[in-house]
């Protein structure tokens, strides 16, 4: 067992599937203990129960990450179980579902359909970070010893957040990717205010990845073979590709990086693939 996390706690959200049960399972085989998130209180247990099966520790618990209440009652739940918090991986997003010609188009979807993307993906993302930080800063004020600044090399605390390639480039419906746009512009605008504490915050921008994000689409190999296409290295992304990304953001291999925007995304933000000619 590899020991990045070892001894960190990590609440991680939409941990009911996909990224976040990924990420659950990988950050407790890297030695955290953590508390799974999820809308979907029953499938955020089963997440749970699959990392103690693995011999590793966590808390199910249900998660509305809109709901700014719900989020800070996680972190207490989690800070009560394990007594502090290290870091909080903001996974859980939604989309607008397509159409069966392709993506919705922006004047075609209902302001409602907008609002609550944005609930979710801009809101549930705030809501995490702001009760990371007063956390963060209330393990610092009791225990000013306890880790150095910014500039010692240190972690005060570390997020992690789930935004997309759609956030960097234009990709995946307007909605949704201006949504995750204001991740990416949150992600380096933030870290700017939190360096001198010494808390990071860096996101990950996935590409396509077979998941149930859109139901019934990811499982399909129709859709795996559609998703690889698009990617200059010729592959989907997998649930622990992201993971793995969000694994190295959260560990201290990382502990000179923030603000960062990490594409998982098989090439595709770089630019277009070379087409071959005959």
């Not at 996935?206 to 019934?216: H, L, Y």
Request: charged share 15%.
């Amino acid at each position: 067992m590899s020991a990045l996390l070892q001894g960190k706690i990590a609440i991680i959200t939409g941990a009911g599937s996909g990224v976040g049960r990924a990420a659950c399972l990988i950050f407790a085989a890297n030695g955290a203990k953590v508390t799974a998130a999820d809308v979907n209180g029953a499938a955020a247990e089963e997440t749970a129960a699959l990392v103690r099966a693995a011999g590793g520790e966590a808390l199910g618990l249900g998660c509305d990450v809109g709901d700014e209440a719900a989020v800070s009652s996680v972190v207490a739940q989690t800070v009560a179980a394990y007594g502090r918090l290290d870091i909080i991986y903001n996974n859980a997003g939604i989309t607008v579902l397509p159409t069966a010609q392709g993506p919705r188009r922006f004047v075609d979807t209902d302001q409602a359909e907008i609002d609550r993307i944005y609930r979710v993906n801009v809101n549930g993302v705030i809501n995490g970070c702001k009760a990371a930080i007063r956390q963060f800063e209330a393990q610092a004020a009791a225990d000013p010893d306890a880790h150095e600044g910014g500039h010692g090399g240190k972690s005060n605390g570390v997020i992690v957040n789930t935004a997309s390639v759609a956030g960097l480039i234009g990709y995946g419906g307007v909605a949704y990717g201006s949504s995750k746009g204001a991740i990416t512009i949150l992600t380096r605008t933030l870290a700017i205010e939190l360096a001198g504490q010494g808390i990071r915050i860096n996101s990950v921008c996935p590409a396509g990845m077979p998941t149930n994000f859109i139901p019934g689409l990811g499982a399909s190999e129709a859709a795996k073979a559609s998703m690889g296409a698009a990617h200059p290295l010729g592959r989907f992304i997998a649930p622990a590709d992201c993971a793995n990304a969000a694994l190295f953001l959260a560990s201290d291999l990382a502990s000179n990086i923030t603000g960062v925007n990490l594409p998982v995304d098989g090439g595709l933000s770089a630019g277009l693939a070379l087409q071959k000619r005959s």
